[in-house]
């Protein structure tokens, strides 16, 4: 009977590690160490920071400063962000394609929360940062995907170099 129970409870621990670690979309698992644009960096490894602000305009246009980010193949940049504006605002790196997908499903969900590692939301006159080491060459893209940011202006480019 003994034997039944601990069998009983390490399989039911088991399996319930296996579904908190699947790899789906959208979530849970290593999803950055597979991502083109790279993955999360060492703090120690960043030898160089970008700020990057966060901001809308009286004309309704909404934007990042800078919009354009070079970085090298194999570098440990830090990202130090700023919402200077007024709403809440986002940033999300990754290819073209992937940040397309990302802001139809922000569409289709707009109150969907994310904790991915190359996104970073942030309330009017918060700050925070991303540490990234950018692991192809390449050219890759961010933006805004708060519904109606991203059309409003907010977004830009990596350009990644060997």
Request: glycine share 12%.
């Amino acid at each position: 009977m003994k034997r039944m129970i601990v069998a009983a409870v390490l399989t039911a621990l088991s399996s319930g590690a296996a579904l908190a670690g699947g790899s789906h979309a959208g979530g849970h698992g290593d999803k950055a160490a597979t991502m083109p644009i790279g993955n999360p960096g060492e703090a120690s490894k960043a030898k160089r920071t970008i700020n990057i602000s966060m901001s809308e305009k009286d004309d309704g246009k909404m934007l990042f400063q800078p919009a354009v980010l070079k970085v090298r193949k194999g570098e440990t940049v830090r990202l130090k962000f700023v919402n200077k504006g007024q709403v809440d605002h986002e940033f999300v790196m990754d290819v073209h394609e992937g940040i397309m997908e990302h802001k139809a499903l922000m569409e289709k969900f707009p109150e969907m929360e994310h904790a991915d590692p190359n996104a970073i939301r942030l309330a009017p006159g918060a700050r925070g940062e991303i540490i990234w080491m950018f692991a192809n060459a390449g050219e890759f893209g961010f933006g805004c995907l708060v519904p109606g940011h991203y059309d409003s202006g907010m977004k830009g480019d990596i350009s990644v170099a060997n």
